[in-house]
Structures are given as C-alpha cells and as structure tokens.
C-alpha cells in the first residue's frame, strides 16, 4: 500500500524478531522497518509488546530473527555496540540518573565523544536550544525535576550522540499533555530536520499526526499497518486496531 | 582507674585499623555497584598484596615501592583475570546472583590454597615504611605505620571522590549502579565498567593489605578475617556507598578497639559482629541513610 514509503532506502529492517521472557514469548515474529528521514510510529494497547519490540532491537530482551541497521546486522545482545552503531532508545520510564546532575546526565549521553571538548560543547547547545528549560536546570539532580522535565532530559540525553536512528518508547507517559504536545511537536522538527524516528507511542491520535507510517502491534505480532493520511476519523482507527 | 593516655592510643589504633577495613569496605561496594555481586575474593587481595610485596621484597630485594607497586599491580590484573575467567562467563549465561557470589568464595579459597603451597603455612612480615621511634603527643605513642595508614587511606579517598565525581569514565561507573542498562543504552561499555571495577577494589585490596602488613603479618588465610571486617564495614556504611563504607569501616575499628580497651581483647568479635546488628536492627540503611 504505502507506496512512497517503499521508494525510500530502508535503514532498519527488523525481520522475524521474537522475543521471550522466560517461557513466554511476548513478541512473534515481527517485520518491521523504518525508512531513511521517516518517523514510524507504534501503536497498540498496554502489554502488547511495543516495549519488548524496541527493547529487543537494542539488544536488551533474549530475542531471535535479524536486525538490520544501516546494512549492518546488529548484534544480539550488546548494547553498548548497537549504541554505538548510532542507534539510540529513550526508555519506557526514561532511565535518567536521577541521582546526578543534569549537566552529568548529558555528558553522558556524549559517552561515545568523551564527554568534553568542542563538538561535545556544540551538541550541548543544541540540545538546550531546543529544550531551554534544561539550561536553568544544568547542576540540579535530575531526579529532582518535573515529569516533563525528566523526559526532555531523557531525550536530551539521547540526542547528545547525534543518533542516525532515535527510539523513543512512550515518551508522553504520565505527562500534561501541554507537556506531551511540547515533546512531540520537538520530535516532529527533529525528524523534518532529516532523523528518522521510531516511535511508541498509545495515544494514538498524537502520533498519527507526527508519522509517516505507523504499524499496531497487539498481541505481540503486528495486527496493522496505517497509513496516517487515510485516518480521518477515530471509527477509521477503531477498524484498524480491531480487525 | 581510667588511663587516658592508654584510651587514647587505644582510640588512634583502632582509627589507623579503621582504615584498613573502610578500604576494604570500599572494594566491595566498587563491585557491588557495578555488578551487584558481593565478591568475597576481597580477603584473597588483601592477603596477597602484603604477600607479594613480601616475595618481592625477600627474594628479588627490591625497594619496598616498587615492591608494593608491582604487588598492587600484579592484584589488580589479577582480578580483571577473574572478572575475565569466572564472573564474565556465568554474567553471560545469566547465572543467579548466588551462582556468582558462590563463585567468587570459590576463588578466594582457590588463591588461600594456592598461597598456602607456593609460600607455606609461616606468616611473613614486611619492614615498617619508616624506620623512626613512634612520635609521642602526651602519654600517646603514634608510630609512623600508623601514619602512613591514615594518610594513604585518606589520600585514595580523596582520588575516589575526585575519580567518581570528576571523570567521565568514573561518572559513567556511577552510571552503571544507578541504571546499568540506561547506561549502556548510552554506549557505555558496561562489561568493561565491570572488569574496571574489580581491578579497582583489587587494587585498594592489596594497598590495604600493603599497609597492614607490618604491623600484623600476613599468612596464607588472614585474607577471611579482613574480608569479614570490609563486608561489615559495608553494610554499616550502607552497601554500595563507598564512602559511608570507610566511615563504617573507622566505626568498626572503634567499637573493635574500644570493646579491647574496655572488656578484653577475647571481645573484638564480639564488638564487631555487636555493630553489625545493631546497625541491621536499627539503620538498616547505614550510616549516611537510605542508599540509592
Ligand atoms: N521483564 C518481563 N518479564 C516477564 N514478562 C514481561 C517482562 N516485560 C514484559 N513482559 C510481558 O511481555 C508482554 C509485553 O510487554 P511490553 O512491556 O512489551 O508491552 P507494551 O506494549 O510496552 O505495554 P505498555 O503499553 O503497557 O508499556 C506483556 O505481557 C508483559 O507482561
Ligand atoms: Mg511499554
């Protein structure tokens, strides 16, 4: 169907990925990609895997089947190497170091540079740029912040490896949705800016105006692909996500 | 009749013998922090850093520097080697918690045995540092053992705040025990966070055991008791908080010392073990409150 995605130069390509936890296979089976430029989004109800799919991709659940990213098969669980391919996931909850500072939690998120230096000092500023709220906040501990401010560090942080591929797991979980709207709406620049996203995400309206594409999972197995463009109503969506 | 002079150098030597076990305090909660493991190796490090230094020291004849600098050496690649042989490989079939810290007990009695038959059952000495009389403040004797003790002990406190507070790579260690995978999510290498870590307590091990070692002796099994004494002083300070580890560590040398003074040297054990309960009945938490 999605015709102009296809003719995109897919940069990840996730294919017959399973995973388990224990006995339990949460994910079956799934193919799924993300093309050069595009923000795909994920949708489906709690449990459903979305969480296990991103994690799984990172390297981080005992999963089967390939990842590709960039031509490259990503290993199946390191992920500090699948981090420094320039994959990078901001994680259901957001993994902050709440006990250290902002300024330290950036620093690392630059990990891979050293953490200092001038290119260190150039994605710094660009990161406060687009989240100025950060820079009234560098030598607070982060876990003393808002919610919000929590997962603009989280994605902050991310975004201070210069990623050729972002993952972000439900950023807008527990947030205001003036908050949520503000997140989002820095996404959307991010990925016009030309990175590709891959995005979780339950509040599915918010994401279908963000994205591409966008697949359902339920289940664990992809039960849908949407073409945003042809969502017009939430009865369009309801036949997606039900059928 | 209260001896003041006698209580007060009852006081500098349990201090000086604080130390010694707030170093060791200190290992246990390096790695503990970056792999959860409790390592009960910590006593083989410190056994055979004295031990070393005395083989060096006895039949190369070696300055006591570069002794001590090659013992410390030589027990720090020794626990990357079985961070490499024993922990890495069961870390990576997902072994229990337990599986590892059984494995680690396993080492430490591999290395007390293995010393036992390469250097015998005798314990050994090593020369005081500095060979003066002991500076006398009051009715006080402070040998100079006992200063180098303070001081050494001070001084790598102070490198380990500089090290986890100021450097990257030691902020990306404190990274990995406040969330190990976010951290690596970031890129860092966590394994090689993990093999950095045992090479550190290794190291603080075998000054610690450096350190003692004239003043004591060091034998092929003085590696348990001390590990005993550390893991207290750890869970006193709250485990996995270095620093309120060396504080735990200069409590239990105290109350050790204070119990010797008061009731008679058949009670530091009792002292000890008096701490450690009451530290686990009432602050379970440990000195500086919650842990992270
Ligand atoms: N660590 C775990 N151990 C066992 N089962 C797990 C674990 N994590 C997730 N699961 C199970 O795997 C399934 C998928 O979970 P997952 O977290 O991927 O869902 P999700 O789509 O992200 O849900 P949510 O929207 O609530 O975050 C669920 O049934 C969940 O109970
Ligand atoms: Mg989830």
Known sequence: MMSESRSREKILEIQALSARYGQIEALHSVDLDVGEGELVAVLGPNGAGKSTLLRSVMGLTSSTGTVRFRDKILPRRDTSAIARSGIVLVPEGRGIFGPMTVQENLQLGAYLIGGRGADFERRREKVLALFPRLKERLTQTAGSMSGGEQQMLAVGRALMSEPRLLLLDEPSLGLAPKVTAEILETLGRLNRDGLPILLVEQKAPLALKLANRAYVVSNGRISAQIDPREIKSHADLAHHYFN | ?292
């Open chain 2, 1 to 292: 009749m209260f001896d003041l002079a006698y209580f007060s150098q009852t006081l500098v030597n349990g201090l000086s013998v604080g130390c010694i076990y707030g170093l060791i305090g200190i290992g246990f909660c390096v790695i503990y922090n970056a792999s959860g493991i409790v390592n009960f190796a910590q006593g083989a490090f410190v056994m055979l850093g004295g031990m070393i230094t005395y083989v060096l020291l006895t039949t190369l004849h070696l300055p006591m520097i570069v002794a001590g600098s090659i013992a410390i050496i030589v027990v720090a690649l020794l626990g990357v080697l079985i961070e490499r042989i024993v922990v890495r490989p069961l870390w990576d079939r997902n072994a229990t918690m337990f599986v590892m810290i059984l494995a680690t007990l396993a080492v430490q009695i591999v290395i007390e045995r293995t010393t036992l038959i390469l250097v015998g059952d005798q314990p050994k000495s090593i020369p005081v540092f500095t060979d003066l009389p002991p500076i006398r403040i009051g009715g006080v004797s402070i040998g100079y053992q006992t200063l180098w003790i303070i001081g050494v002990s001070l001084v790598l406190i102070a490198l380990l705040a500089l090290f986890f507070q100021k450097t990257l790579v030691g902020r990306a260690m404190r990274a990995c025990s406040i969330n190990r995978e976010a951290a690596a999510l970031q890129g860092i290498p966590v394994s090689r966070m993990l093999a950095l870590s045992f090479a550190l307590s290794a190291a603080l091990g075998a000054i610690a055991g450096i350190l003692l070692t004239p003043t004591q002796f060091t034998a092929f099994n003085v590696g348990t008791p001390f590990a005993i004494s550390g893991f207290i002083a750890a869970i006193v300070g709250g485990f996995g908080r270095p620093f309120g580890a060396f504080l735990g560590g200069i409590a239990l040398g105290l109350a050790q010392a204070l119990a010797v003074f008061g009731l008679g040297s058949g009670l530091k054990n009792v002292a000890a073990l008096s701490v450690l309960l009451i530290f686990l009945f009432l602050r379970p938490s440990g000195i500086l409150g919650a842990a992270k």
